[in-house]
């Protein structure tokens, strides 16, 4: 019976720092491990850590590399983030009354931050990318939100802009990272006013939905709201984010480098004890 959806199964990864990018590598491998493919998806939504996850994985690298390496810290995520910083991000983002007005406020305020050049953040996102620097074949969505209008946007390949310019949008941490300039707007994290945008999935009969964190400041829907939605338009959806075994081997500093192996063999326990359930639930 058809549900009027046209495509096939979309995998949705969420940002969550470098720790939060851990336990999503250990999810992925576990996932793999326990039958469900990830690279298998017909469409990758990726916002934040999930536009870095979501190429590679498109690229041709496997889930168990990705592991690997969070186990390994072969290639350790390192951001460093104040407590000025932390204060005037919550400061704008609990000052507004709906999301959109939120991430206006962090846009201006991101463009007036001093942080470090743009051609900094895109040599560091390349060497992430491992060489990677073309849009890899398969259906790649990327998440940005143009610090202006506070509007979301989803780069792929058909945009016009290069691979690294539209991740490190998508990874522009508001007031730790300058905005990104990408197609002509200057853009910032796609996860400034959803944490991991599964609405990009609309349109799929599945969607497979990677969140380490489920929630983010301010008047912003959550991941389960967000799920629910997409399911009552009618795509069967498997949600994942972590249990409390996984957020105390998180901890609370998303940005603790020394949680990245911890988290991710948490995301990795969580994933396989999961699998059953998510397969009932995507129907597969």
Request: with cysteine; glycine share 12%.
């Amino acid at each position: 019976m058809s549900n009027g959806r046209t495509a096939g199964t979309a995998l949705v990864l969420g940002g969550g720092g470098p720790v939060g990018a851990a336990w999503m590598a250990g999810v992925l491998a576990g996932l793999a491990e326990a039958g469900i493919e990830p690279s298998d998806a017909d469409t990758v939504v990726g916002t934040s850590a999930g536009a870095l996850f979501g190429t590679r994985l498109l690229a041709g690298e496997s889930p168990a590399g990705l592991y690997e390496r969070r186990l390994t810290g072969a290639d350790r995520i390192v951001l460093r983030v104040t407590a000025g910083q932390t204060l005037r991000f919550l400061l704008a983002a609990l000052s507004a009354r709906d999301s959109a007005r939120a991430a206006r406020r962090l846009g201006r305020a991101a463009l007036r931050a001093r942080t470090v050049p743009e051609a900094e953040v895109l040599d560091t996102v390349g060497e992430f990318l491992r060489g990677v620097r073309e849009w890899p074949a398969g259906r790649l969505r990327l998440t940005a939100v143009d610090a202006l209008t506070g509007g979301v946007h989803a780069f792929d390949a058909d945009s016009g802009v290069p691979l690294v310019a539209a991740v490190a949008a998508g990874c522009a941490v508001p007031l730790v990272r300058p905005p990104i300039t990408a197609d002509g707007r200057r853009r910032l994290n796609g996860g400034t006013r959803s944490t991991t945008n599964p609405v990009l999935a609309d349109g799929h009969r599945r969607a497979l939905v990677v969140a380490p964190i489920p929630s983010a400041p301010g008047p912003h829907p959550g991941v389960r709201q967000e799920a629910a939605a997409l399911a009552a338009s009618g795509t069967s959806v498997g949600l994942i984010s972590p249990d409390e075994q996984s957020r105390r081997a998180m901890g609370r500093d998303l940005t603790d480098y020394r949680r990245q192996a911890p988290a991710a063999r948490a995301g990795h326990r969580q994933a396989i004890a999961e699998a059953a359930r998510l397969r009932e639930s995507l129907r597969v």
